[in-house]
Each structure stands twice: as C-alpha cells, then as structure tokens.
C-alpha cells in the first residue's frame, strides 16, 4: 500500500527554478529518511538530496542551489531547485526509507527535470 508520488517536474531554461514535491501514502513504519535521487540517460543514480530530524544532505553537484524539505505529519518532501543548469536534466525519483531498512525502503515512480534553452 505504501506509495510514493512525485509532481512538479518540467521543462526550465538554464538559470531558472522548479520546486519537485512527493507525497507518500501508506506509511505505517517509523521513517529515517525521505530524499531524492535522480538518473539520467546513460548514467547512474546519483544521490540528490535526503532529510532527517536531525539533519540534510546534499550531493556535491547540486549544494548551494537545491533546498529539500519535509512535513513530517503529511509524509511530504519537497525539492526547492534554483540555478538549474543543463547537467541536472534527469528523472527525479523521490524515496522514503524506515528505522528498519533495507525493510522499508520505497521509490517513486519519477518525474522529469528537463533544464534546456
């Protein structure tokens, strides 16, 4: 039942900002973590952003231009991106992860960032 839905992806010019959020339903188990990792063509996963109650962490590539955050009551977390350049141009895959992982850990199904002139 547990499910993850990411919205708000689209096509931005270079410079210019997107705000991603996901919202989770079904969460019966105690959550560590909610984040984001995204994956281009031809690449890896690569880690984005996570967020626990005592702290955030964010990739090397995209410090000092994405914010994320989380309303812990409504199990929503959000990617606040400014500065978006062509290189962040992937498939944003929001992910939930419990106490108890790898037993609770969850994705999306993705949304696309497309960053282009």
């Known amino acids: 039942q547990v499910q993850l839905v990411e919205s708000g992806g689209g096509l931005v010019q270079p410079g210019g900002s997107l705000r991603l959020s996901c919202a989770a339903s079904?969460?019966?188990?105690?959550?560590?973590?909610m984040g984001w990792y995204r994956q281009a063509p031809g690449r890896r996963r690569e880690f984005v952003a996570a967020i626990t109650n005592s702290r955030t962490d964010y990739g090397d590539s995209v410090k000092g231009r994405f914010t994320i955050s989380r309303d812990n009551v409504k199990k929503v977390v959000d990617l606040q991106m400014d500065n978006l350049k062509p290189e962040d141009t992937a498939v944003y895959y929001c992910?939930?992860?419990?106490?108890?992982?790898?037993?609770?850990?969850?994705w999306g199904q993705g949304t696309q960032v497309t960053v282009s002139s």
């Open positions: 992910n939930v992860r419990g106490t108890n992982w790898p037993e609770d850990d969850y």
């Open positions: 079904g969460i019966v188990f105690r959550v560590y973590s």
